[in-house]
């Protein structure tokens, strides 16, 4: 087997071919070559990087990372976004042949400048790079979450914690209207100044709200019989940064305008509010670990990037399509 570096625009119509086919293997889901090329080239370098494991001429892993501009104590950063990674399953004997791949693509990515990796790995993977590639933690990503209809969300009871819910949503969101609560600005956030970030991450399956000064963006998602709204993002346009008064204008509309049964955001809540519920870690349908590895240190804080609290980070950071 050997290890290939390719940006996207490098990669190949015979590499793009056994790529979908060895992602579908893996992930179960089928996308097709206008997809992945679309994913990995709408990026601040109109490129992302690759490092593909091949036998004869057949990928049978991948590890890609996407670029993104960040503000790092108002300094404008290069980052990158790791993602899609696998081996299919009968080439998982080596169990050094990820942490190869990756020292590649590493590399590779100091010489595109990227000064950091970031990743949030499922719970398999979260020990291999941890203990492997030594990637570091950083935090849990927090679940919160309003259920609109406790009784569809349970599966128990629809007759009295439907009810239930839909009295309650409406006692907090009346009571939510009064409360004006600002997030303490991150001092590491995603640069929204490239229009391309909107592009890249909003599909024809997401909104997006523009309620006078406030801006939210959520998608639908049927989970397992439950319409589950992700609230992707919510912020004060004026202020730049999250509060109360968005969240509240967010989930009225999504409240009186979709038929869901639960609305769920991922990230951290930095703000007083009424509305949105923290998710008990044992409850977490997946503990989401977020994960650095810094490539050019001499460009950056380590001691301000390890700490969670001066992170924005959510799922318009990560929500890959």
Request: proline share 3%; glycine share 2%; net charge positive.
């Amino acid at each position: 087997m050997q290890i290939v570096f390719r940006t996207t625009t490098q990669i190949t119509t015979d590499e793009w071919e056994s790529y979908a086919l060895a992602f579908m293997q893996v992930f179960e889901k089928e996308y097709t070559i206008d997809f992945f090329q679309n994913k990995y080239q709408l990026t601040v370098d109109k490129d992302a990087y690759h490092v593909f494991l091949k036998e004869d001429d057949s990928i049978v892993g991948a590890c890609t990372v996407i670029p993104f501009i960040y503000d790092i104590e108002r300094k404008t950063i290069r980052c990158g976004l790791a993602v899609d990674v696998f081996i299919l399953p009968e080439y998982r004997t080596d169990p050094m042949a990820l942490y190869r791949m990756y020292k590649i693509l590493k590399k590779e990515l100091i010489q595109k400048e990227i000064a950091i990796v970031i990743a949030v790995p499922n719970e398999m993977a979260y020990p291999y790079w941890k203990n492997v590639v030594k990637w570091k933690d950083i935090g849990f990503l927090n679940y919160y979450a309003l259920p609109l209809n406790a009784g569809n969300v349970t599966r128990k009871l629809k007759a009295i914690l439907n009810p239930l819910s839909y009295t309650y949503t409406r006692m907090m969101l009346f009571l939510s209207q009064f409360i004006v609560s600002t997030e303490r600005k991150s001092k590491i956030k995603i640069n929204r100044n490239n229009k391309i970030i909107e592009k890249q991450r909003y599909t024809d399956e997401h909104h997006q709200l523009r309620m006078g000064n406030s801006f939210a963006s959520y998608r639908i998602v049927n989970e397992e019989g439950i319409n589950t709204c992700y609230l992707i993002d919510f912020y004060n346009i004026r202020k730049a940064c999250k509060d109360a008064t968005s969240l509240y204008k967010a989930i009225k509309t999504i409240l009186f305008t979709e038929d869901v049964d639960l609305i769920v955001f991922v990230g951290k809540l930095k703000f007083f509010q009424l509305l949105l519920l923290k998710v008990p870690f044992r409850f977490e349908p997946k503990h989401l670990y977020l994960m650095t590895d810094i490539l050019i240190p001499e460009k950056l804080n380590t001691t301000l990037l390890n700490e969670f609290r001066n992170w924005d980070f959510g799922l318009f950071n990560y929500d890959v399509r």
